[in-house]
T-cell receptor, first 114, second 114 residues
């Protein structure tokens, strides 16, 4: 079974500052990794995914994440945030076999202050 | 392009009443379909998933049931709602047979039980 831990429930950041949202996972098998964003009262939108290959993956809206197998981490970063990045961010993993069942972290609420 | 529709967007129901939430997907065939619940301040919990018509897998024992009467239709039901059924319900789809494909989410239904 897999589990995901998002280490920060809330992250306040000033506009144009860099941000890192932390995600650690636990699994006995290799996994696929995803970051989703949820704006208020909406569904989730895929930011980026890691399946294999290069450990640095780039996504939409200027976000990127780095897969670190030894530390079982998949932290999300953005060099300069905007007010519109205010949202909840979810890290998720799935096992590579069978129907894709995502296991989500508890989410990190990112608040951008002017 | 593919789209996913969920309705209603909000619903207020008394305890003990029945429930039916509907989700439909357009622009793809034989998708995997999923129902999640998001309780306030918590992550997403997978409730049911389906890899084909009439095939339903339940992830957690509860007061809810799911059905897939057509290829692109997924219904979440209850005969008698409990207070604990309150939450934000999300439907999602992914490409069938491919576990590395991301899930795409609907805009959700906010269910309040009185």
């Amino acid at each position: 079974a897999q589990s995901v831990t998002q280490l920060d429930s809330q992250v306040p950041v000033f506009e144009e500052a860099p941000v890192e949202l932390r995600c650690n996972y636990s699994s006995s098998v290799s996994v696929y990794l995803f970051w989703y964003v949820q704006y208020p009262n909406q569904g989730l939108q895929l930011l980026l995914k890691y399946l294999s290959g290069s450990t640095l993956v780039k996504g939409i809206n200027g976000f990127e994440a780095e897969f670190n197998k030894s530390q079982t981490s998949f932290h999300l970063r953005k060099p300069s945030v905007h007010i519109s990045d205010t949202a909840e961010y979810f890290c998720a993993v799935s096992a590579p076999k069978g129907a894709q069942k995502l296991v989500f972290g508890q989410g990190t609420r990112l608040t951008i202050n002017p | 392009s593919q789209t996913i529709h969920q309705w209603p967007a909000t619903l207020v129901q008394p305890v003990g009443s029945p429930l039916s939430l509907e989700c439909t997907v357009e622009g793809t065939s034989n998708p995997n379909l999923y129902w999640y619940r998001q309780a306030a301040g918590r992550g997403l919990q997978l409730l049911f998933y389906s890899v084909g018509i009439g095939q339903i897998s339940s992830e957690v024992p509860q007061n809810l049931s799911a059905s897939r009467p057509q290829d692109r239709q997924f219904i979440l039901s209850s005969k008698k709602l409990l207070l604990s059924d309150s939450g934000f319900y999300l439907c999602a789809w992914s490409s069938g047979g491919l576990s590395n494909q991301p899930q795409h989410f609907g805009d959700g239904t906010r269910l309040s039980i009185l």
